[in-house]
């Protein structure tokens, strides 16, 4: 009987962990921006066709996710990155890449793109959430060349006006 209860008592404690651990990632990926939130597959492509993806581009996704925008860049032919600090997210878009058949074109680094260099991209997609835009925006004054195009979902740059 001892035995019994000793192996639920563990259980109860695996389970408290684990619901822990889930709250903890979610607003500590709230307070650094990382909060995953997936773009429905119609406004994946809309902001595709907004960016106005042209032969020579190249996209990269600031907390890519689940990879979709970059898949879907890559099915369109553009070279796409995505960065993801989250390591179970970076597997599965590496998964949905490669069933895609569009490994060679979609890469996921699991990183944080603060400490990216995005001075390659011309074309760069955020989903980000409001309190980090304004940081955001100067690291893409600096390090974006001239022309490039920058795709927001939902929270805009503060300073920038946008086009469409």
């Known amino acids: 009987m001892f035995v019994y209860y ?78 993801e600090i989250n390591p179970l997210l970076v597997f599965i878009s590496r998964r949905k890449a490669r069933a895609a058949g569009v490994e060679e074109l979609a890469t996921f680094y699991r990183r944080d793109f603060w400490h990216a260099d995005l001075s390659a991209y011309s074309v760069v997609m955020v989903f980000g959430i409001g309190h980090i835009m304004a940081r955001l925006e100067r690291k893409l004054d600096k390090e974006l060349a001239s022309g490039s195009r920058v795709v927001c979902n939902l929270f805009a740059l503060p300073n920038w006006k946008g086009k469409k």
């Open 6 to 83: 000793r192996e639920m008592l563990g259980i109860l404690l695996y389970l408290a962990i684990m619901v822990a651990a889930g709250v903890a990632a979610y607003f500590l990926g709230l307070m650094n921006g990382a909060l995953y939130v997936p773009t429905d597959p119609k406004m994946t492509e809309d902001m595709l066709d907004v960016a106005m993806l042209a032969s020579g581009d190249k996209l990269v996704d600031l907390g890519s996710g689940d990879g979709r925008l970059v898949i879907a860049a890559a099915k369109r032919g553009i070279p796409a990155v995505g960065y």
